[in-house]
């Protein structure tokens, strides 16, 4: 059994300004909850998107969000080719 990840730690960015969005605490398990988002499919290795944030959108309440997952980290694959072949 893995542990499960906490939605707590996922990275938010707006994607009209691409400054980090900063949500309260349990927002996050909220949002996903009400975007009909289940929570146990998601990893470290995603982020959410939130389709404006309050700095760029003042007066806006609510913003359409979506998980994104990103792709296996650039300094793997680095590392693998830079490996001696034998
Ligand atoms: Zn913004």
Redesign the pocket.
Known sequence: MRTPFDPELLYVE?A??G?P?LWSPGDTTRILAWAGIDASTLDEKCMIVSE??P???PGQKSFSTQVVRLRKSPEQKAAKSAAPAN
């Open positions: 707006c009209k300004c400054q969005v404006g944030c700095a760029c959108q």
